[in-house]
């Protein structure tokens, strides 16, 4: 598929995850088959205020092709953030409009542009207005149940001149819970003539295949399911390209591809940061290991590299 003149080799791409999707897992995850990535979303207003963190956040490595996401309220300053994106070469800018966290959705960005159709278009046009690469949104279902309108901000979207949509099938009240809705999806995708991605609940192979069938959708993201699980996207493209199914890594896989996680971190953030950010991800990496809850409370006490590591290989010589 193509979003504007961008061509993908598979069709399973990595979802922008704050404080999860930095450019050390984006890589990570390219390497192991993600055909798109998208960096963490970074505030218009901080952009445009110079910043310092949106920068690191907008800093793309060999993940290609990577989309640059913003989030914000104001059309001007969205288009200002967007040309600001520019200089950090993304392939694509993503607007933000899904992201259900109060101290996003609380303020005007994320998904509260839900409730403002109007301003989310106007929003969109000047982004489109003011870059020369694709522009893309994601969207959720709706804000809740008694106000649906994904379909009606899609419409919008690709009116306002968006290459492509990608929808998170729940609303916003909903967060992560509950189960995505496949039949919104299928409504975006036969409403408009762009490509849209569908997101939600992909976790496998399986799941996968039914968001495909199900919604029609040109492309997957999945976010949570990546977590602890860069694997996931070399299984999806044999399943889907090969009707193969790949081997589940073995114990001593996943400790190795963990420490290379982590290693990539240092690099690019400093062990005192990696080491701490650490934490959270081994615990996707250990989650269902015998004694998982007692490994991940050791990791938290971690202060070096060195520590991890030689964890890592008693894990994986203990459950061989």
């Not at 690019?268 to 615990?283: L, N, Q, S």
């Amino acid at each position: 598929m193509n979003i504007g003149n961008i061509e993908f080799k598979h069709i399973a791409f990595l979802a922008p995850m704050a404080g999860i999707a930095d450019r050390a897992f984006r890589e990570l995850c390219v390497q192991y088959g993600a055909a798109y990535t998208v960096t963490e979303m970074v505030s218009s207003k901080g952009l445009t205020m110079g910043d310092k963190k949106s920068g690191e956040l907008l800093t793309i490595g060999s993940e290609r092709p990577c989309g640059a996401q913003v989030f914000g309220d104001d059309p001007e300053i969205m288009a200002q953030a967007a040309v600001k994106c520019l200089d950090y070469k993304p392939d694509i800018i993503d607007i933000n409009m899904g992201c259900p966290a109060p101290k996003v959705a609380m303020n005007g960005g994320g998904a509260s542009l839900m409730k403002h159709p109007e301003l989310a278009y106007e929003i969109t046009k000047a982004v489109v207005g003011a870059v020369d690469i694709p522009v893309t949104v994601k969207i959720r279902k709706g804000w809740d149940d008694e106000h649906i309108n994904a379909v009606e901000m899609a419409r919008l979207a690709e009116k306002a001149g968006a290459s492509a949509i990608t929808v998170h099938g729940r609303t916003r009240t909903q967060m992560y819970s509950g189960s995505v809705d496949y039949d919104i999806i299928k409504e975006v995708k036969d409403a408009v003539s762009i490509p849209v991605i569908g997101n939600g609940d992909i976790t496998d192979e399986q799941s996968a295949a039914i968001m495909l069938e199900k919604t029609g959708c040109d492309a997957i993201m999945l976010g949570r399911g990546a977590l602890g699980n860069p694997w996931v996207f070399s299984q999806i493209n044999a399943y889907l390209d090969e009707c193969r199914v790949l081997p589940v890594p073995t114990v001593t896989q996943k400790m190795a591809v963990m420490l290379r996680h982590i290693e990539k971190i240092i690099e690019y953030k400093g062990e005192y940061t990696a080491m701490r950010e650490a934490r959270h991800h081994a615990g996707y990496y250990t989650k269902g290991m015998r004694g998982g809850a007692a490994l991940r409370k050791e990791i938290c006490t971690f202060e070096h590299f060195e520590q991890l590591e030689e964890l890592a290989f008693k894990i994986a010589k203990e459950q061989r």
